[in-house]
C-alpha cells in the first residue's frame, strides 16, 4: 500500500474525494491530512472519516519559509507518506522543499495548464473569451504550477458565466479528475488521465 499525505488550505472538498476514492482495492491509502490554515474546513472533515490530521499555521513563521517547511517536514516525518497530494494547499513551496520529493508531489490547479497559472484562474479564462475551463493535475516542481501533466479535465465556459458559476463547474470534474489521476500514480503509472 502506498501512503498518502494530503496537503490542505481550505474546504477540502478535493481531500475528501480523494480520501474516499482510496478505499477496497485501491493501492494507497490516506495517512495524513494537514493544513496551513487554523480552523480549515478539511480539517474537521478529515476528523470525521478518521484520518489523522496535523495542523502548521504558517502565520508564525513570517517570511522564514524553511522554518515553516522544516515544521511541515516534521509532520510529514511522523506520518511517513510515499505521495503527497497538494489539494487547495495555498502556500508556494520552495525548491529545497520541492526538490526533497520529486516525483512524488501533485498537484491539482483550476485551469487548463499551461494555461493560468497563479491565482484567479476562472476570471482569467472568462476574460480571454476562452470556450472551455477546466482542470490540471501535475507533478510539482519548483517551476508554480509548470511540472509535467499527469490530467487534465474539461468543461465549458457557458454564457453569463461568472467566475463563481465556472469554478462550480470546474470543481465537480477536479473531483473525478484527481482521484483518477492518484490511482493511476500510486500504480507507477504516469501516462496523462484526460477526462471527459
Ligand atoms: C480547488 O479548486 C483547487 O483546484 C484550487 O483550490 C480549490 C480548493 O478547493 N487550488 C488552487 O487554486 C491551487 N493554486 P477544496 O479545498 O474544496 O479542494
Redesign the pocket.
Known amino acids: 500500500m502506498k501512503r498518502v499525505a494530503i496537503l ?8 475528501v474525494a480523494l480520501a474516499e476514492s482510496m478505499a477496497g482495492d485501491h493501492p494507497a491509502r490516506p495517512v495524513l491530512v494537514l493544513s496551513n490554515v487554523p480552523g480549515a474546513g ?1 480539517l474537521a472533515k478529515a476528523e470525521g472519516m478518521g484520518i489523522p490530521t496535523a495542523l502548521v499555521d504558517h502565520r508564525p513563521f513570517g517570511k522564514d519559509r524553511a522554518a515553516f517547511e522544516a515544521a511541515l517536514q516534521a509532520e510529514l516525518d511522523r506520518a511517513a507518506p510515499d505521495i503527497l497530494c ?5 502556500r508556494v513551496l520552495t525548491e529545497g522543499f520541492v526538490t526533497g520529493w520529486a516525483g512524488r508531489m501533485l ?4 485551469s487548463l495548464l499551461p494555461k493560468y497559472r ?2 484567479d ?1 476562472h476570471a482569467r479564462a472568462i476574460a480571454a473569451g476562452d470556450t472551455q475551463a477546466g ?1 490540471s493535475v501535475h507533478e510539482v516542481t519548483a517551476e508554480l ?1 509548470g511540472g509535467p501533466i499527469l490530467g487534465q479535465a474539461r468543461v465549458p465556459v457557458l454564457p453569463g458565466d461568472t467566475p463563481e458559476t465556472l ?1 462550480a463547474r ?2 465537480t470534474m ?1 473531483h473525478r479528475l484527481y482521484p483518477a489521476v492518484l490511482h493511476r500514480f500510486a500504480m507507477g503509472d504516469r501516462r496523462p488521465v484526460m477526462l471527459p
Do not use: W
Open positions: 490542505i488550505s481550505g474546504g477540502g472538498s478535493n481531500m478539511g497538494l489539494a487547495g494547499f495555498m498537484n491539482i490547479h483550476p497563479g491565482l484562474t482542470c504550477d469554478a470546474v470543481l477536479e
